[in-house]
C-alpha cells in the first residue's frame, strides 16, 4: 500500500506560480512511477505529467503544460513535485498524484493509488 497527500494548492492570478507536493507513505515510494492528473469541472480526469519510478529518468507532460510545468521526485523525502509556471485559468482544476507499479500509462485507470487531490484556481 501507498498512501498519497498533495499540498500546495490555491488560488493564483494568471501568469502566477505554485508548486504542488505528494507527500507518499507506505511501501519504497521509489519503486512507482508518479503521475499529476487534474479533473477541471464536467471534464475527464487527464495526465499532466509523469515521471518514471528510481531515478527519474523518464518524464512526459501533456501538451497543454509543456514548457510551464516541470515534475520531480525526491526519493528520499518520499515526495513528488510539480512546478506550475505561467498559470492560465484553463489550469483551473483539481489536481492529483497517483502511483503506479509498472511503465508510462496515459489512463488514469492504470494507476493504483490516489491522493484525495488540491483545488488549483488561477483567475483572469
Known amino acids: 500500500q501507498v498512501q498519497l497527500v498533495e499540498s500546495g494548492g490555491g488560488l493564483v492570478q494568471a501568469g502566477g506560480s505554485l508548486r504542488l507536493s505528494c507527500a507518499a507513505s507506505?511501501?519504497?515510494?521509489?519503486?512507482?512511477?508518479t503521475g499529476w492528473f487534474r479533473q477541471a469541472p464536467g471534464k475527464e480526469r487527464e495526465l499532466v505529467a509523469y515521471?518514471?519510478?528510481?531515478?527519474?529518468?523518464?518524464?512526459r507532460y501533456a501538451d497543454s503544460v509543456k514548457g510551464r510545468f516541470a515534475i520531480s521526485r525526491d526519493n528520499a523525502k518520499n515526495t513528488a513535485y510539480l512546478q506550475m509556471n505561467s498559470l492560465k485559468p484553463e489550469d483551473t482544476a483539481v489536481y492529483y498524484c497517483?502511483?503506479?507499479?509498472?511503465?508510462?500509462?496515459?489512463?488514469?485507470?492504470?494507476?493504483?493509488?490516489w491522493g484525495q487531490g488540491t483545488q488549483v484556481t488561477v483567475s483572469s
Open positions: 497517483a502511483a503506479r507499479d509498472g511503465l508510462f500509462s496515459l489512463s488514469q485507470y492504470a494507476y493504483e493509488y
Open positions: 507506505g511501501r519504497t515510494f521509489m519503486s512507482y512511477a
Open positions: 515521471i518514471s519510478r528510481n531515478g527519474g529518468a523518464t518524464i
